[in-house]
């Protein structure tokens, strides 16, 4: 961190002496205010509940120009990575920093695909659940488990074990996700087969079955490797912060993500995919396109409790980059599918004109994210609506391990242990109950 010549001063009305407050500076975005003294010498905390103006820790792997709608994966826009990059490349980055060249990537891509099969005894966890449970339960539940195998061979404060972590969980995620696909359906379980790209693999894993082999379409292979890539990383998000604190205990790696996966599933979150489809398939019941007046009514009226899923973000205020790159995929996966006039498309284009254009959105920079359109291209490629959540889980968790990683390698790391304003009852002495 590189500190600013200016300094903040803190000063109080009722007298009690000021305090100098250093300043850091970013390579870019805001610089910080270190508030870390600040209980020391003055005996106050900060509040913010929601990190609205906090931030957590620092960074080096991803940064978001919420204002310009600018997204960078260690310095890289992600409009360059999307079109240039595929998913185990972004991966490669994401964890160390640096894009791979030809011989680092056959590497990775090698070490990736020696690690997709799982331990057969997680058939026996999944097949303690429901075949209905929904598939961000038993992802929390099987993601939680990998840490019973991994757990002695796991020293967090040894590099290597880090490393060998990230390399087991980008490889099993999509193992996993499929596998817990294949149960609900009640389908035999499809083994990795190596010698596909990572997202052939994945697609091969959820629509093969013994009798059929699955051919896997470059088109829709290329454009789930996108929504991977689109997916991978985002800063200090609610479930990677979940991570980081979770972590930051010392705690079994595969355990936090865990953690990471449970916070993800949350409709304002990773959860929000699946809520938009399923309120563009409300909409679409209710009348379609012709009714999408009324719907933007009931947005507006804040008791309806309505909101319009897919928009709004807390750091974007201005498109994100990752929504228009996710429109452009839809329309190629839909005219490769034959899809071009599916009525879903329509209706998410009228409501993001209408959108785009009202008052009430402009106002509050609310903008399409990148769940707005990513619903519509997983129903088109054949990906079950409640297994949405769980494709986002697969793609995010390189972004969790390589921001845990960072966290761990950094010496200045602490456990995660936010302060509080009580305000509850001050201390009482209990009545014995016959005078309660
Ligand atoms: N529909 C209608 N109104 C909205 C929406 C929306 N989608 N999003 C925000 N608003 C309004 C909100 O009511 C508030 O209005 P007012 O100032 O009058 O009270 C204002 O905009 C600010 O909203 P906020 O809830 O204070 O903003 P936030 O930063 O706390 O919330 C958000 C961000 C993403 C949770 C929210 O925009 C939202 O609920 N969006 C819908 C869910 C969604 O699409 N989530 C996916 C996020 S992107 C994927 C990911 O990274 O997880």
């Known amino acids: 961190m590189t500190p600013s010549d ?20 970013g390579t870019i975005g805001p610089d910080v205010i270190d508030i870390r003294k600040l209980y020391g010498q003055t005996g106050k905390f900060t509040y913010d509940p929601g990190f609205l103006s906090t931030a957590s820790c620092n960074s080096t792997i991803t940064y978001i120009d919420g204002d310009k709608g600018e997204l960078l994966y260690r310095g890289y826009p992600i409009e360059q990575l999307a079109v240039n990059c595929d998913y185990l490349e972004t991966c490669y980055l994401l964890l160390n920093g640096e894009l791979p060249n030809a011989t680092q990537k056959a590497e990775f891509q090698n070490r990736v695909t020696n690690h997709t099969m799982v331990n057969e005894q997680m058939q026996f966890f999944l097949r303690g659940f429901r075949r209905d449970a929904h598939p961000m339960a038993v992802m929390t ?3 939680g488990a990998l840490s019973a195998f991994y757990h002695d061979s796991t020293d967090i404060n040894n ?8 390399i087991r969980l980008i490889a099993k995620m999509p ?6 696909y294949k149960y609900t359906v009640g389908q035999p379980y499809i083994y990795p087969k190596n010698d596909l790209s990572y997202s052939g693999n994945f697609l091969r894993m959820m629509f093969a079955t013994p009798c059929e082999e699955y051919k896997v379409s470059p088109v829709i292979e290329r454009a ?18 979940t991570v980081r604190l979770c972590g930051s205990s010392g705690t079994n790696p595969f355990a936090a993500i865990a953690a990471g996966v449970a916070c993800l599933w949350g409709p304002a979150h990773g959860g929000a995919n699946e809520a938009c489809l399923n309120m563009l398939e409300d909409i679409q019941a209710m009348g379609g396109v012709a009714k999408v007046g009324e719907f933007m009514n009931q947005v507006k009226d804040k008791n309806s409790g309505v909101r319009l899923m897919g928009f709004g973000h807390r750091v974007y205020k ?4 990752r929504a228009k790159l996710m429109q452009e995929t ?23 004109k209408i959108a785009l254009e009202d008052d009430y959105f402009v106002a509050r920079k609310l903008y399409p994210n990148v769940d707005f359109y990513s619903g519509i291209v997983q129903r088109a490629i054949g ?11 697969l793609a995010r968790t390189v972004g969790w391990i390589a921001q845990l990683n960072e966290m761990i390698a950094d010496p200045e790391y602490k456990i995660g242990r936010p302060r509080q304003l009580f305000v509850g009852s001050a201390k009482r002495d209990v009545k014995p109950l016959a005078q309660r």
């Open 6 to 25: 200016v300094k903040a001063t803190l000063s109080f009305s009722d007298g009690s002496p000021s305090m100098e407050l250093p300043i850091y500076k």
């Open 141 to 143: 539940g099987l993601v």
């Open 159 to 166: 590099p290597e074990h880090r490393e060998v972590a990230a």
């Open 175 to 180: 193992t996993l996700v499929a596998m817990a």
């Open 224 to 241: 789930l490797d996108r929504i991977f890539i689109l997916h991978a990383d985002h800063e200090q998000n609610a479930s990677t912060s």
């Open 318 to 321: 201005n498109y994100d980059p």
């Open 330 to 352: 839809c329309k190629e996966v839909l005219q490769e599918l034959g899809l071009e006039n599916d009525p879903l498309f329509k209706l998410a284009m009228a409501l993001e």
């Open 383 to 393: 990906i079950p609506v409640p297994l949405f959540t769980a494709i986002f889980a």
